[in-house]
């Protein structure tokens, strides 16, 4: 089988099969040593035939190799034969995932439209249960970093229009550090208490919420900030200050693989990973929580995207990740409290600043 011509024949739904397959089969790495062995005027023809997102997963991955051994390569032609002799059930299994899909569309539909005029459970806010803590107590004895309390002199720009104008997804960071100020101002912008109220028990913060119930908790992977250990924390937003989790020194490649291998979500200087704990919105709003949950997720990252601008930072939205790896990496349980968003964190190139 002339594996160049098998794959360069494939339509796009066998390519998009078989690219994915190499993934969940850990034979990805042998694609990429595969194709890094072949003359450069054959490479070129063949990435042509894939997307575009493809083409870029390829590319990054081929910038990670100096050098192929042959001996790997000829293991690699191996794996990649298993995987195309497999096609034509991987096929069968895509098309009848296909046909499943087509309902849960419809269901996912539902679920997106206006859910006041259904019959909903009485919430446990009705019954008098008392509400839920408006984040999780730090574990006793944790290292605790107090951070700077915002400062408008950071701002690079404080210029809503152009914030707003100038905003995008950005993938390239330099090296350079954040500093603490700066983290300190991300923070602030995308999940900041201004006040409590009723006791304690309400927060009014930075960006709106259904009901006030602020749903999510902000984990953040940092790499690259001056005055702060390497490591995973937990951002406390009542006390304006980080809760250190672990270290750990293989954060980047675990973030990567996490990223299903967006490189840029392990490389960059914090990574904002946002986890959500539904009973905060369900006590109020039962079955009807979880729509505007996701909606809350959205004015969160809205702020990290315009407080980036004004001090020329990048920022890129994430909702492509491997759930599980995610969870278990920052110790959720995957059922009351899981990862639902990320967004990475860096300096910018100089071409990239307006």
């Not at 107090?146 to 950071?154: E, R, W």
């Not at 006030?212 to 995973?232: K, L, Q």
Request: proline share 5%; glycine share 6%.
């Amino acid at each position: 089988m002339n594996i160049l011509k098998t794959i360069g024949s494939m339509d796009k739904a066998q390519r998009y099969v078989f690219f994915c397959e190499l993934y969940d089969v850990g034979y990805s790495d042998d694609f990429v040593k595969y194709i890094a062995s072949l003359p450069r005027e054959s490479l070129s023809d063949f990435l042509v035939t894939f997307n575009a997102h493809e083409r870029a997963r390829i590319n990054d991955d081929l910038d990670r190799i100096d050098c192929v051994d042959q001996k790997d390569v000829a293991i690699s032609v191996e794996h990649l034969l298993e995987v195309l002799n497999r096609m034509d059930d991987l096929m069968m299994m895509q098309n009848k995932i296909n046909e499943e899909s087509a309902d849960q569309m419809s269901l996912n539909r539902d679920f997106m439209k206006e859910w006041l005029t259904r019959p909903a459970p009485v919430s446990d806010q009705m019954q008098g249960v008392p509400c839920p803590p408006l984040e999780k107590p730090p574990v006793e004895g944790a290292t605790i970093v107090v951070l700077p309390k915002p400062d408008p002199s950071i701002l690079v720009s404080n210029d809503l229009f152009s914030a707003i104008r100038d905003r995008q997804s950005r993938r390239k960071f330099t090296d350079e550090p954040l500093s603490i100020d700066e983290l300190a101002f991300l923070l602030w912008s995308t999940q900041g208490v201004k006040k409590t109220v009723a006791d304690g028990r309400i927060s009014m913060r930075t960006v709106p919420s259904a009901g006030a119930r602020h749903p999510f908790e902000t984990y953040i992977g940092i790499m690259r900030v001056t005055g702060i250990m390497p490591g995973m924390y937990r951002y406390l937003a009542v006390e304006h200050a980080l809760e250190l989790l672990f270290t750990d020194e293989n954060m980047t490649r675990t973030l990567i693989d996490a990223g299903v291998g967006q490189r840029f979500v392990g490389e960059c200087a914090a990574c904002f990973i946002w986890s959500c704990v539904p009973y905060r919105g369900e006590w109020r709003y039962t079955i009807g929580s979880h729509k505007n949950m996701l909606l809350d997720a959205g004015h969160v990252c809205q702020n990290l995207y315009l407080a980036c601008e004004a001090i020329r930072c990048g920022t890129c939205a994430i909702g492509a990740y491997n759930q599980e790896i995610v969870d278990q990496y920052v110790k959720l349980d995957g059922k009351d409290e899981f990862v639902i968003y990320l967004s990475p964190v860096g300096k910018l190139p100089v071409s990239s600043n307006k």
